[in-house]
């Protein structure tokens, strides 16, 4: 591998190293992104992927090797401002906006320049016509505070803050997971853009987990495992599969379409008279069923996942056999207790069964959460680790166990696959699928079409209501797609 | 609906309960509606005012100030002493003192420290100077102060022109202006703040500064109404800043601070106090009514937050 700088290596990494602690999170990384490319990162978490980004945007150091600029050696005066003032910007996968502001003020923070008198109308200027180029027909008011924003809102928010300029010019954008929250339109517009700006001679660097996205976005693709650099070749080169056996991970079979059931003569274990005009469609579960609610993000299924949980929880008491489970989406927000251990945020919804006069049982406790991380397999050395030890795929598989250890007939799911790595993703739709057999009934909301299509029906939303039921070979991604848009296509 | 946005919103409740209350006093006690009359009323409102805005820009970088009283204490001592007989040396202690909180703000950013363990630490440090200064009730305001906080300015009473001024002297500090967005910014998200290339440090510092000059005014001002000072003169100036803030909108964490909401939710306090007053509550039950208010406003601002929560939702 070639590791002399050039001019034309807009940034380069040479032979970094870092570790945290026993954890040797890069071991002799060479990475460059030159001008006017690409560039696709992928990986397993755990890969090295989001040390290497903060190493890049200034917000860690190497324990060894260099960091370039154009060519110069920047190691040692490298860090958040020098990243910046070299043309540097990062969309990060944890959305990283001041919710408190509005999009406006939140474009101010990003740009130093912007001050003085008439700083606002500056500020929506540049927002609005980045937004208005990335993302056509964007409907968003740029004088709302972001908290009041959809997750997809804000992930286009913090893209076109990233993209967005003033004095110093955008050479380099990393986009560590920029789909996560968009639908397939709002995704295409990006790579789109992606494509243009890459064009006229700036730099890119995807990190994604949907492959197709990596493949038709980058020039160049980059595979890392285990802190290294295992592969670097033109995305050409590359197909899906040969991507993830690059990664290490084996590519299973998808499984074989599931024939619709008969439910006629089952009663549902959950029902929601539909609402709205016609054709006006009814939510039921059946026992053993995972229905998934598809559609574009935004259009009602986290809505409607909150109404079936109310429906049956008590809003004021917790009932005492509850009969639904939940498990978020934003797990930082509705899923983790930061400061507890990953026994404690394992075994939170069963204390009532593992109580005895009040007190808690700690050998049943803990015998409990050893059966899960043997089952889920949690990649920890010991459960009373903090649970943020854990890295963002294994801690969504504790939330995951949180919910199926207890005897809860139904589990919500809420996307909570989001930047999940296909490893565990697989592993998870495995317990679910298991789960299932054995009865249990699990309602799913993804935006992504692989996790729909291993449901066994389908309810697709538009507008806020269920407009489609699709079950056994009609579950499709061309059905789906067909569904969400239908009437905005008219 | 457009105009009525969520922070709008959050305003509403604090302007309500504050023209509620208003109107009660007014029907309580007519004679209170003319200028004399609103002038008592809200006199001591200003210093509160000033103590509740310093207490909001510490909020404002999600940490809280439980010195607030003594410290507002203390320079009621110093305006009251050093500022009266040696205004230079005064003027040097005020000065430091803004330099203390600043420092305050640094060390408790770069050691991770809760600020509240650290400010209450604090607080003991402003009593004990205190103490020192003014063992005994005493001291002369300074007569300018004196002369500003007795000022009689045509129409409108001075405690009102003052809080107009306050609230919109710190609306475009802190929210209109280019380096007020940076301060909320930090409240938050400061690792956001962080990477747009800016140091948190140095905006921790200001707010701190900040807060520490808008709580030597609340002290100068204090003096200047009650013409000397005593070291325990502003001790529930804590409790009552921190329900200022809470009354007007603001939050404990995440950047969410109304300086005009600060303002009105200074105001209902000090009008609270004098609502009971008028219905002859006993003093007794004086406090505990005053809560019964506050938990009767919080309620209905709960009730607006839902509303708002399940709005944004989608």
Known sequence: MDTAATSRDMLAVNGAEKSFGAVRALAGVDFVVRAGECVGLVGHNGAGKSTLVTLMTGGTKPDRGRILLDGQDATGSYGFAAAREHGLRCVFQELSLC????????????????????????????????????????????????????????????????????????????LDEPTSSLDA????????????????????????HILGEILSAADRVVVMKDGKVVAERPASEFTV???????????????????????????????????????AIGFVAYPGEIVGLAGLGGHGQTRTLIG?????????????????????????????????SILKNLTLTLLPDLTRFGLVQHRAEAAVAQQWRARIEVRTQDLDNPILSLSGGNQ????????????????LMDDPMRGVDIGTKQEVYAILRSEADKGRTFVWYSTEMDEICQCDRVYVFREGRIVAELRGADIAESHILAASFAEQAA | ?????????????????????????????????????????????????????????IMMVNDLDLSMGTFVSFVACVTATYLQTDPWLGVLILAVCIAAYAGMGVVIHLRNLPSIVVTLGMSFVWGGLAVLMLPTPGGTAPDWIRWLMTSKPPIVPMAIVASVLIAAITHWLVIR?????????????????????????????????????????????????????????????????????????????????????????????????????????????????????LIVVLALRLLLNRREAREGRQ
């Open chain 1, 99 to 174: 919710p408190n502001l509005t999009v406006t003020e939140n474009t101010r923070i990003a740009h130093r320049s912007i001050s003085g008198l008439g700083w606002r109308r500056r500020a929506e200027q540049v927002i609005r016509q980045k937004l208005d180029e990335i993302f056509p027909g964007h409907g968003i008011d740029v004088g709302t505070t972001i908290a009041s924003l959809s997750i997809a809102k804000r992930q286009m928010v913090e893209i076109a803050t990233a993209f967005s300029e003033s004095e110093a010019k955008v050479r380099l954008v990393i």
């Open chain 2, 1 to 57: 609906m457009n105009w009525l946005t969520a922070d709008r919103l959050r305003l509403l409740v604090p302007a309500l309960s504050l023209a509620v209350l208003l109107g009660a006093v007014f029907y309580l006690q007519p004679r209170s509606m003319s200028y004399v009359g609103l002038n008592l009323l809200l006199n001591l409102a200003v210093p509160i005012t000033l103590a509740t805005i310093a207490q909001m820009l």
């Open chain 1, 396 to 411: 969504q598989k504790v939330l995951f166990a949180r919910a199926l250890a207890t005897r809860v007939p139904v589990v």
């Open chain 1, 185 to 208: 339109t709002l995704a295409g517009q990006l790579l789109a853009y992606v494509r243009k700006f890459v064009g006229a001679g700036g730099s890119v660097v995807v990190i994604s």
């Open chain 2, 177 to 293: 202006s280019a380096f007020g967005v940076v301060l909320r910014g930090v409240g938050g998200n400061e690792r956001s703040v962080q990477r747009a290339g800016w140091s948190v440090i140095r905006a921790k510092a200001l707010a701190y500064a900040l807060a520490g000059l808008f709580a030597v005014l609340a002290g100068i001002a204090l003096v200047g109404l009650t013409t000397s000072a005593d070291a325990n003169i502003a001790l529930r100036y804590t409790l009552l800043s921190i329900a200022g803030v809470i009354l007007g909108g603001g939050e404990f964490v995440g950047g969410r601070v109304s300086p005009i909401g600060a303002v009105i939710g200074a105001l209902t306090l000090t009008l609270a106090a004098s609502f009971l007053s008028f219905l002859r509550i006993s003093p007794d039950w004086q406090i505990g009514a005053q809560g019964a208010i």
């Open chain 1, 308 to 340: 079936l949980y109310r429906d049956q929880g008590g809003d004021w008491i917790a009932r005492r056999d509850s009969k639904v489970a939940f498990v978020a989406g934003d797990r930082h927000v509705d899923g983790n207790l930061p400061l507890w």
């Open chain 1, 241 to 279: 599969a040969s991507l993830v056996a690059a990664m290490g991970s084996v590519v299973r079979e998808r499984d074989a379409v599931r024939p619709a059931r008969d439910q006629s003569g089952q009663t549902p274990v959950l029902a929601q008279t539909a609402t709205g005009p016609e054709p």
